[in-house]
């Protein structure tokens, strides 16, 4: 397979069927986990696997040897492509373009998971699977579930940081065109100021015109919310919702 040209600091090599990127650091644990399969068979197995939500089954386990903990995923689509190809996809797969898309926001300051790599791995009719790795962030949780909180100041503070990242993610000119409170991660132990973190950033697109960019992502992220509210009985209310527009309008260029 080819693959595209690896950020500073990672390696490329083959295991099997499987083409690979991965932090430089991690190559031997990485090598180590495909000896048996695939990153996710691996992670699925492991005997200390914790299981997250989102699409599919995800899995945080630590690497062998301890070197680092991560979060590892199987790439599938959504919506009705999801229901057609599930986690099949054309090569090069989304994996590439999600790994420079990660450098770029962290680059330009926007929090999220470091991606320490990912494999892609032959299918028939020339297709592909892709497994990717994010490092791990403790003392984490989605934005879903303060805004079901009935504790008012729990959902003012997690509004406030998701705030901050929507300013931040739009004025780095990047587009989340699924952005939702699922892909929202709060960092932050009880009781303290939470940070916001971004995640399925292979949803990302980098535009010009960062005022058309914040609206963008704010009306998903709203509309999104209010989809919770009204279908999940979030405890979250209108007139927070509406603060919570403010507050991201209110730190436009």
Not at 33 to 55: S, V
Not at 228 to 245: C, K, M, Y
Request: net charge positive.
């Amino acid at each position: 397979m080819r693959e595209s040209a690896a950020p500073s600091g990672f390696v490329q090599f083959s295991a099997g069927t499987a083409a690979v990127t991965c932090a430089a650091h991690i190559e031997a644990a990485v090598r180590e986990m495909l000896a048996a399969g695939t990153l996710y068979d691996f992670a699925r197995r492991h005997p200390l696997a914790r299981e997250l939500a989102g699409r599919g089954v995800v899995y945080a386990v630590p690497l062998p040897g301890d070197v680092e903990r991560v979060v590892v995923r199987r790439n599938h689509h959504g919506g009705l492509f999801g229901r057609l190809r599930a986690d099949l996809f054309l090569p090069p797969t989304r994996a590439p373009r999600e790994l420079q898309t990660s450098e770029r926001l962290r680059a330009e300051g926007v929090p999220t998971p470091a991606m320490l790599g990912y494999a892609v791995y032959t299918a028939p009719g020339g297709l592909r699977r892709a497994d990717v790795m994010t490092r791990e962030v403790a003392c984490a949780t989605d934005l879903s579930n303060p805004l079901s909180s009935s504790n008012s100041a729990v959902r003012v503070r997690a509004l406030e940081a998701a705030a901050c990242l929507v300013r931040v993610l739009s004025d780095a000119g990047a587009r989340h065109h699924d952005l939702n409170v699922k892909n929202i991660l709060l960092e932050g132990s009880e009781g303290l100021e939470p940070t916001a973190l971004v995640l399925d950033v292979d949803r990302v697109t980098f535009a010009r015109g960062t005022a058309d960019v914040l609206e963008q992502n704010l009306a998903r992220l709203l509309r999104s919310a209010r989809k919770w509210q009204s279908t999940r009985g979030a405890s979250v209310t209108g007139a927070e919702l509406d603060n919570f527009a403010t507050l991201v309008r209110r730190g436009r260029r």
